[in-house]
Structure formats: structure tokens, C-alpha cells
């Protein structure tokens, strides 16, 4: 009886495993696997060229420029985790009527542009930083600033050497990459999601082939010496008010923060509308159309 009861303990055990073995397998594949869309053919309504950035001549960037006026300004817009450049269509508009010039890209695994795995910011980071580069060279006299959302916020922060920029808007960024596991586990699964932490942060570690402490945005945020306007709803569950607040402290001045009412994690463009609008206008045209 004794044998039968401990034989049964350990099938349970055993069970409980494999199957947690499976779910993080699983659901590192589902996070990390690649996004692909097909994009060129949805042209949006105002006029853009499509373009093509080599990175490292390995693979290109995919991309739309909607030229502006030179000497205005040129502003490179990063897309969140699993979208693309579709996804910032509508800053792209209304900053283009200002008159700036915009780049819109898919970030690698993302969109159109190739990749067989999303990295946190790693690997993106070098091509918002090929995209930093090409817009300098195609207007050499004009500010570059950089909005990035989430995913795309973190490869601006991330990259190393640190972009050449004159200004950033960083929305819904999370300060280090173990917090962003922890708060999405725990408003997914509960609880007992984020105690499957310590197995699922190694595995991210072997799927990316990095370790998880390069992803902390944090940690880097000090190093760059460019005004910053860091965008936060006061909803947001995935980056808290307080994660959001660490950002803010660790980064040099001139530093904003803008704490958007009722706003949750994603398009915060969409949500505040106009004073989302506002607000960018005001911060850009500070440091991009300064002689």
C-alpha cells in the first residue's frame, strides 16, 4: 500500500513536470516567435516611398519615408511588441503635416522585415540603429528624434553604441526585462504564473542566446545624454506608474514624464487623441527645430 501511495506521488509529480515543461516551451515560442505581415500593399493615405535599410549586410529593414520639409526635422517611429509600422500610421500623419520627416519601419521578425525570433530590444536595436543612420545621411542638416512604443522603445534604449539622436519619446517602457515577465505572468496567470519566473527566464535566455540582464532598459537609460519625454498610463499593468518613475530618475535632463489618465498599455496616440498630440508637438519642436 505504502509502495502504491508513493508510486502514485511520483507519477503526479512527474505529470505536473511535463506539463509545466511543456507550457513554458510553448509559451516561449509563442513570445518570441517571429510576427510576419505583409504591409507594402496597405499604402497609407498620405505619400510615402518604400524603402529598404541593409543591416550589417545581413538582411534589410523594411520601411516607408514620407518626406517633409528640409531642415524641419526628421522623427523615426518604432512599433510595439508583435505589430508594425502600420501601427504608428497615425503619428506618422499628423508629425508629416507639422512638417517633419518620418520613417516608419518594421522592426526584424516583425512586418515585412525578416527575422526568426523577437528579442526585447537585443537585436532590434540594430536596426532602429541602421535607421538613425540612413536618416542622417538622407538629411544631413535636419534633428533626428526617435518615438519607440514598448518594443520599440526598448531596441532605442538599447542600442549600443547609443543612437545619435537630438531627442526620444519612449512610451510604455519597461525599466528591466525580469519586471516585464513578472507583470505580465502575474496579470495573465495570477500568482502562481509569476512564480514560473525562474524557468522561464533561463529559457528565454537560451532561446535568445544572451543573457536577460542586456535587456534592462534601466540600466542604460543614464548613459544617454538626450532629452527624454517618457509616456505612462495610469492603467498600465504591464509597466507600472512606479517602473515607469524609475525610468524617469535614472535618465539625465532635460527629462519629461507624462502620466496619461486612464490610458492602459498600448497606442497611446489613439487613446489621448489630441493631447497626445499636443504634447509630442511641443516636446519635438523644442529640441528638432532649435538652430
Not at 172 to 183: D, G, R
Not at 193 to 218: K, R, T
Amino acid at each position: 500500500m505504502r509502495y502504491q501511495i508513493i508510486r502514485w506521488i511520483l507519477i503526479q509529480l512527474v505529470s505536473v513536470l511535463v506539463i509545466v515543461t511543456a507550457a513554458i516551451i510553448i509559451l516561449g515560442e509563442i513570445v518570441t516567435g517571429s510576427a510576419p505581415t505583409a504591409v507594402e500593399t496597405l499604402l497609407p493615405d498620405f505619400p510615402v516611398e518604400a524603402i529598404q535599410i541593409p543591416v550589417n549586410n545581413d538582411y534589410v529593414v523594411h520601411g516607408w519615408l514620407a518626406r517633409g520639409i528640409n531642415g524641419h526635422g526628421a522623427v523615426l517611429l518604432v512599433h510595439s511588441m508583435r505589430s508594425n509600422r502600420l501601427e504608428m500610421l497615425g503619428r506618422a500623419r499628423f508629425l508629416n503635416s507639422l512638417g517633419y520627416h518620418i520613417l516608419m519601419i518594421d522592426l526584424q521578425a516583425h512586418g515585412e522585415t525578416p527575422g526568426d525570433r523577437i528579442t526585447f530590444g537585443a537585436r532590434e536595436s540594430a536596426d532602429v540603429a541602421a535607421a538613425v543612420t540612413y536618416l542622417r545621411d538622407t538629411f544631413p542638416h535636419d534633428c533626428i528624434g526617435a518615438i519607440g512604443a514598448t518594443l520599440g522603445a526598448a531596441a532605442i534604449v538599447l542600442a549600443d553604441p547609443p543612437l545619435k539622436l537630438n531627442a526620444m519619446i519612449l512610451e510604455s517602457l519597461h525599466p528591466t526585462f525580469t519586471e516585464a515577465v513578472a507583470n505580465r505572468l502575474r496579470l495573465h496567470l495570477g500568482e502562481f504564473g509569476e512564480s514560473l519566473q525562474f524557468l522561464l527566464l533561463p529559457y528565454f535566455s537560451f532561446l535568445l542566446e544572451l543573457p536577460v540582464d542586456n535587456l534592462n532598459p534601466v540600466e542604460r537609460i543614464g548613459n544617454l545624454a538626450v532629452p527624454v519625454l517618457f509616456i505612462t498610463g495610469t492603467l498600465d499593468e504591464h509597466t507600472t506608474q512606479s517602473e515607469a518613475r524609475r525610468l524617469y530618475d535614472a535618465a539625465l535632463p532635460p527629462k519629461e514624464l507624462w502620466i496619461v489618465e486612464g490610458a492602459g498599455h498600448y497606442n497611446m496616440h489613439t487613446y489621448a487623441g489630441e493631447s497626445y498630440e499636443e504634447h509630442i508637438a511641443d516636446f519635438l519642436s523644442i529640441y528638432l527645430q532649435r538652430r
